[in-house]
């Protein structure tokens, strides 16, 4: 049997990239947004600790399901080993191309 696949997610988060792994990602039922499951952030127990993986840690402590909005989502990769969790000053002067911001139709 496979093991369970491990997925690197980068995403915008007011002004900066965020990338974490997780076990699980799924399109949610809320229209829009991608569901994360099972953060993998590896061992705590080291001597040198990052500033920016704490953080991320301590932001998704407690957390058992996020729901990122797919427009903010920049690049999702399987991976075949964890990594480390950061979070990077996005910089640069690209900016994201306007994504359809209309609803679907309701169904009376």
Do not use: C, H
């Not at 705590?44 to 729901?67: Q, W």
């Not at 900016?95 to 169904?107: E, I, K, M, V, Y």
């Amino acid at each position: 049997m496979a093991a369970s696949p491990l997925y690197r997610v980068i995403f915008l988060q007011q002004g900066e990239l965020w990338e974490l792994y997780a076990r699980d990602i799924y399109q949610s039922e809320l229209w829009g947004f991608l569901e994360i499951e099972g953060f993998v952030f590896g061992d705590a127990s080291k001597v040198v600790v990052d500033p920016s993986t704490e953080r991320l840690r301590r932001a998704f402590e407690g957390v058992s399901r996020s729901y990122l909005p797919i427009n903010a989502v920049v690049r999702i990769d399987e991976v075949e080993r964890e990594g480390t969790p950061r979070a990077t000053k996005a910089e640069g002067n690209v900016t994201a191309f306007p994504g359809n911001n209309q609803w679907p139709p309701r169904s009376e």
